[in-house]
């Protein structure tokens, strides 16, 4: 099993037009405003080289891979706007997706098993879920900052596939297998941002939103995988 922890820093910016200055409009009222979307993303995740302890008190290394596919989501959330302030959650779930990719494992103890490196042809099935809670506040009619938490989850069931050849002691052997890995990625932090907003008469905007945050990934790997040599 490995575990990563990642701190990652990154900028988001969007282009969306939403009814946030309308109700903002409503000074010293309480606004309650639902909401329910869905959509399709282009989602990647992307795995960088890393290496973990393995049960055999060595290292193991993975050269990564990359994964790419459309993903669609639904997203619900409520927005509470009173005075100039307003406050947001929502709940955003993507459904499950899959693509391909190879992955390269090595260290001792794959290398004192196999005498070799050995790659895997990844299938992966993912899904992913998002939580997200902000508060804000409108700096008059087109200028709105806010801050908050953000917390997402993506799960991944690989399909991994093994046939290669490898040399132990100048004879070559067929390796084949089949098995399953499940990848459990997690991500939570704060963020900062602002919102600015073109008008378009009394009701209609278009909102150029941006925003920073500071995460901490945890990235769980289990692999169930049976190998045989011929």
């Known amino acids: 099993m490995g575990r990563r922890k990642i701190n990652r820093l990154f900028v988001h910016s969007m282009l969306l037009g939403f009814s946030l200055l309308p109700a903002?409009?409503?000074?010293?009222?309480?606004?309650?405003?639902?909401?329910?979307?869905?959509?399709?993303?282009?989602?990647?995740?992307?795995?960088?080289?890393?290496?973990?302890?393995?049960?055999?008190?060595?290292?193991?290394?993975?050269?990564?891979?990359?994964?790419?596919?459309?993903?669609?989501?639904?997203?619900?959330?409520?927005?509470?706007?009173?005075n100039k302030f307003f406050?947001?959650?929502?709940?955003?779930?993507?459904f499950s997706t899959s693509d391909r990719a190879t992955n390269t494992l090595s260290g001792d103890?794959?290398?004192?098993?196999?005498?070799?490196r050995l790659t895997t042809i990844v299938y992966s099935e993912f899904d992913r879920e998002e939580y997200s809670m902000s508060i804000g506040y409108a700096l008059g009619k087109q200028l709105v900052l806010f801050g908050g938490y953000r917390?997402?989850?993506t799960n991944f069931t690989e399909i991994i596939s093994?046939?290669?050849?490898?040399?132990?002691?100048?004879?070559t052997i067929e390796l084949t297998g089949s098995g399953e890995r499940d990848i459990?990625?997690?991500?939570?932090?704060?963020?900062?941002?602002?919102?600015?907003?073109?008008?378009?008469?009394?009701?209609?905007a278009?909102?150029?939103?941006?925003?920073?945050?500071?995460?901490?990934?945890?990235?769980?790997?289990?692999?169930?995988?049976?190998?045989?040599?011929s």
């Open 109 to 116: 103890e794959v290398e004192a098993l196999l005498g070799d």
């Open 87 to 94: 406050v947001d959650f929502y709940v955003q779930k993507g």
């Open 206 to 229: 278009l909102i150029f939103n941006s925003a920073i945050a500071i995460l901490e990934g945890k990235y769980f790997s289990e692999v169930d995988l049976d190998l045989l040599a």
């Open 24 to 82: 903002i409009g409503n000074a010293f009222d309480l606004t309650f405003e639902p909401r329910l979307e869905a959509g399709i993303m282009d989602y990647a995740f992307e795995l960088e080289p890393v290496s973990y302890p393995n049960g055999g008190g060595g290292t193991t290394t993975e050269n990564g891979f990359k994964l790419v596919s459309p993903m669609s989501f639904v997203t619900s959330g409520v927005t509470l706007f009173s």
């Open 184 to 204: 459990n990625f997690k991500q939570d932090g704060f963020f900062l941002g602002g919102a600015y907003a073109l008008l378009f008469g009394e009701s209609s």
């Open 162 to 171: 093994v046939d290669q050849d490898i040399v132990r002691q100048g004879t």
């Open 151 to 153: 917390k997402a989850k």
